[in-house]
């Protein structure tokens, strides 16, 4: 009974750990809190956020009711990855976010978000060069505010999918398969 008890222990702790934690250890602030009869889309205010890249570029992003416009990428399927170069998942992603743009081009975009991750520009396009990496990363203070306003992320990878008209359709938490992104992105680009 007590083998048992400590396999399923084991096994549960598996499905839940799937990203690189933030932090240490469990606290008030990961406990989620029920909100206190609020309406959707009540008191709703939209935010702009100027990310800057490490090429020198800016991506402008305002949020909406559904999802976030993103200036540059009208029409386009949009991936934004929220990821540090210290997490073992994200690294390992990497080829396959490159075969993901390659096969979309044109009409999906990958916007990475370094987080949590001091990194100077010089360092990262050391990165960006060493994983050949052919989509923007988003680097400075800008990135936290912008990845609080997605959902709070707490771990690394997370990844979060919008439609060509900027609608949010699904968040990915931790390592994700490639055929799972190519499902959801081919749905959001025929749709």
């Keep these: 009974m007590k083998k048992n008890f400590l396999i399923a222990g084991a096994i549960t702790s598996l499905l839940l750990f799937t990203g690189c934690d933030t932090k240490s250890s469990i606290d008030e602030s990961m406990v989620a809190k ?90 990262m396009q050391a990165f960006k060069k060493e994983h050949n990496i052919k989509y923007p990363i988003a680097i400075g203070d800008v990135n936290a505010k912008f990845a609080k306003e997605l959902g709070e992320v707490t771990k690394v990878p997370e990844y979060y999918l919008y439609d060509k008209d900027g609608n949010y359709i699904k968040k990915f938490v931790g390592e994700t398969d490639k055929s799972l992104f190519e499902r959801y992105i081919d749905k959001a680009i025929n749709n």
Excluded: H
């Excluded at 702009?48 to 009711?65: C, N, P, Q, S, Y």
């Excluded at 390992?92 to 987080?115: A, C, H, Q, R, T």
């Design 34 to 123: 029920p909100t206190k009869d609020k309406k959707v889309g009540e008191n709703f205010d939209s935010k702009e956020f100027k990310l800057t890249t490490v090429d020198g570029k800016t991506i402008e992003a305002r949020t909406t009711l559904t999802g976030i416009d993103f200036k540059d990428y009208k029409g386009k399927v949009v991936l934004v990855d929220i990821f540090a170069t210290w997490c073992p998942p994200c690294i390992k992603g990497l080829p396959d976010m490159n075969k993901l743009k390659e096969k979309y081009d044109g009409k999906f975009e990958i916007i990475s978000v370094l987080f949590q991750d001091n990194k100077t520009i010089e360092e």
